[in-house]
């Protein structure tokens, strides 16, 4: 597409309830990069992918957070049984160098737990 | 530990007046630096870039400069507009690294005054 694709772009789930974020990257980005960004906060890392595989996840907060990615394309981000703290917005980016050069963000997906 | 910060959160300028963003980093080996800007609901922006073996870079009525001795980044935007209100945040990587992780700082946002 014409640029990075994330849906739903706000989402409104009960504390404990298992989530979905999805990303479409700029087609032929080969990497794909997760970031959160918590109200008044810069970006926090999240996890980076080159293809479908995940060299760098260094940045996923607990092991209630997954990511996966396919056919080298889409990645869903999923948190497991949600927590207050998990309200942010996470924004998906994509590259078509490993990030050389910057990134092309999408505009998030609003997330708020209650 | 690496981090990327500012050194005011907030900036407030009259139309027309030129505007300068300032950030600070803390890891010496970055090679690399971007300047985004995010405009509300919507994902960063690429504006500029800027490698470690430039002390400056002009665009389009910005200019990003590079002091490598103190570790500081600056933006400069010329005669700025009520378009250019935003949050600016500056990222720095290591590009050598392979995977193009940024840091950002926490953003700096700027007010402009008509």
């Known amino acids: 597409g014409a640029g990075v694709s994330q849906s739903p772009s706000n989402k409104v789930t009960e504390k404990g309830k298992d989530v979905e974020l999805r990303c479409d990257p700029i087609?032929?980005?080969?990497?794909l990069y997760w970031y959160r960004q918590s109200l008044g906060q810069g970006l926090e890392f999240l996890i980076y992918?080159?293809?479908?595989?995940?060299?760098?996840k260094s940045g996923l907060p607990s092991d209630r957070f997954s990511a996966e990615r396919t056919g080298g394309s889409v990645s869903t981000l999923t948190i497991q049984r949600t927590q207050q703290e998990d309200s942010a917005v996470y924004l998906c980016?994509?590259?078509?160098?490993?990030?050389?050069?910057?990134?092309?963000f999408g505009s998030g997906t609003r997330l708020t737990v209650v | 530990g690496e981090s990327v910060g500012l050194h005011l959160p907030t900036l407030s300028v009259q139309e027309g007046d030129n505007s300068i963003i300032n950030c600070a980093y803390s890891?010496?080996?970055?090679?690399?630096f971007i300047w985004y800007k995010q405009e509300s609901g919507k994902g960063p922006q690429f504006i500029i870039d800027?490698?470690?073996?430039?002390d400056k870079r002009q665009g389009q009525r910005v200019t990003v400069l590079l002091n490598k001795t103190v570790k500081h980044l600056s933006l400069q935007i010329a005669a700025t507009q009520p378009g250019d209100s935003a949050v600016y945040f500056c990222?720095?990587?290591?590009?050598?690294?392979?995977?193009?992780?940024?840091?950002f700082g926490t953003g700096t946002r700027l007010k402009v005054l008509a």
């Open positions: 980016a994509s590259s078509s160098r490993q990030g050389a050069y910057g990134y092309t």
């Open positions: 087609s032929g980005h080969t990497a």
């Open positions: 992918f080159q293809g479908n595989s995940a060299p760098d």
């Open positions: 890891n010496s080996a970055s090679d690399y």
């Open positions: 800027i490698r470690s073996n430039m």
């Open positions: 990222a720095e990587t290591l590009g050598t690294s392979g995977t193009y992780k940024y840091i």
